[in-house]
T-cell receptor
């Protein structure tokens, strides 16, 4: 069946450090891939998406590239800020419903 | 409204009690989804509506869980005879069409069964 695996957290970084959160998936067909972010006390927000192989999604300095050959969609940011502290979820969809990974907590210290 | 509204934000239920959780989607959104998020886990799919039709309820964990959307707008998730394992955040999302990227999530209802 379809599934998503993310690197375990928490990930703790200093401000302006480089961020990578790994995400791999298992799916039949050609899923769309997403990163969602959940700030404390708030609902899930779509961060970025990619709908086909080699697409790069980007938003707010975050990027992720849809790699079909490695079934991966790793999230990266060149310079994190304290305000990026949140829980990040990788997800896929190929039947309309979203299937999420377990989430990775990011803590950015000043 | 501007977003997806869920009520109540917090609910404490005694084991065996019935609860009802409400979701007000964005006006005009056709698709509505319910997810269950256990502590420290990602959301898991429960059920899906397109307008008033429940097209997929494969994620409902038992027959104690029931969802409805009788007029194609507001939806209610009902849990009968609550158990401790039902403690979780219940998330609602709506979309103007059948496509993951269009989902807008509510802030959720945190259910604690004691």
């Amino acid at each position: 069946g379809n599934s998503v695996t993310q690197m375990e957290g928490p990930v703790t970084l200093s401000e302006e450090a480089f961020l990578t959160i790994n995400c791999t998936y298992t799916a039949t067909g050609y899923p769309s891939l997403f990163w969602y972010v959940q700030y404390p006390g708030e609902g899930l927000q779509l961060l970025l998406k990619a709908t086909k192989a080699d697409d790069k999604g980007s938003n707010k300095g975050f990027e992720a590239t849809y790699r079909k050959e490695t079934t991966s969609f790793h999230l990266e940011k060149g310079s994190v800020q304290v305000s990026d502290s949140a829980v990040y979820f990788c997800a896929l969809s190929n039947t309309g419903k979203l299937i999420f990974g377990q989430g990775t907590t990011l803590q950015v210290k000043p | 409204g501007a977003g997806v509204s869920q009520s109540p934000r917090y609910k404490v239920a005694k084991r065996g009690q019935d609860v009802a959780l409400r979701c007000d989607p964005i006006s005009g959104h056709v698709s509505l989804f319910w997810y269950q998020q256990a502590l420290g886990q990602g959301p898991e799919f429960l059920t899906y509506f397109q307008n008033e039709a429940q097209l997929d309820k494969s994620g409902l964990p038992s027959d104690r869980f029931f969802a409805e959307r009788p007029e194609g707008s507001v939806s209610t998730l009902k849990i009968q005879r609550t158990q401790q394992e039902d403690s979780a955040v219940y998330l609602c999302a709506s979309s103007p069409r059948w496509e993951g990227a269009g989902y807008t999530f509510g802030s959720g209802t945190r259910l604690t069964v004691v």
